[in-house]
């Protein structure tokens, strides 16, 4: 439905010290200057980790902007014509823009709920994850021990078509973008992976999270494109929008 809320989210690559500077500083000036633009709900920038996004250390060349809408229209419009896009776009060497639609969420973001399903939840479609964490400040170095394993585990597994961490404040605020073929692959691997079954574990026992939010997607449309991904086999795994 053309009224239904939906989430975006988009990823850049920047070259050279002068671009990626100034990406660094669009960290602290577009969560502002998203709150004004028509539409959005929920705003925000996302760093990522070097490697494959889950390291320690940050990857300067690489942004996010994720954002919930009030419509597809209104995002629309936004990626079609807004300064803001169009400046990331500019000075990036290439982007990706992932449409979804949520299906299941729990847990808050600062203290809220940014997103709301608008699509029933089928363990059998495609899926984009977000997971998302504020961690407690004495958990810090016992988290980060576990990271390593985790992001090499997931390299290889079946199902899993990109994945990458991001967040907000390094070390502190830490979230993961995913897309998988289907949930049930996705929960094959959380639940049954060994070093992401023992996160999950003492993530119960340790209660390592200050505030933390999980939430699944369907994603619907995609543009642009994102060394390392099968855009064309992706595009064939996406929901059509419904009239």
């Known amino acids: 439905m053309i ?7 988009s990823f850049f690559k920047f070259e050279g010290w002068k671009n990626q500077w100034w990406a660094f500083q669009q960290m602290g000036l577009v969560p502002r200057q998203l709150s004004d633009v028509d539409g959005v709900t929920f705003g925000k920038v996302v760093g990522s980790g070097a490697a494959n996004g889950f390291s ?19 995002a629309q419009s936004f990626f079609d014509q807004h ?5 990331y776009q500019k000075r990036s060497k290439n982007d990706w823009t992932i449409f979804l639609h ?13 997103f709301s399903p608008s699509k029933p939840f089928d363990k059998n479609q495609l899926v984009g ?58 929960m094959e691997y959380a639940y049954k992976s060994k070093y992401h079954k023992e996160v999950v574990q003492k993530t119960r026992e340790l209660g390592w999270y200050k505030e933390e939010l999980f939430a699944r997607f369907l994603p619907y449309k995609t543009s642009g494109n994102w060394e390392g991904v099968d855009i064309q086999y992706f595009q064939k795994l996406l929901t ?3 009239n």
């Open 83 to 87: 300064r803001i896009f169009k400046s």
């Open 240 to 242: 059509s929008e419904p």
């Open 56 to 74: 320690i250390w940050p990857n300067w060349g690489v942004y996010g902007l994720l954002i919930n809408w009030k419509n597809e229209v209104v």
């Open 102 to 114: 949520n299906t299941q969420v729990h847990g808050e973001w600062d203290g809220t709920q940014p």
């Open 3 to 9: 009224n239904q809320p939906i989430t975006t989210i």
């Open 129 to 186: 994850v977000i997971t998302r964490a504020t961690i407690k400040l004495k958990y810090i170095p016992k988290f980060w021990q576990f990271v390593p394993k985790v992001s090499q585990s997931i390299e290889d597994k079946k199902g899993r078509l990109f994945s990458v961490g991001i967040g907000e404040l390094p070390l502190i605020q830490q979230a993961t973008f995913s897309i998988w073929e289907s949930s049930n692959l996705m």
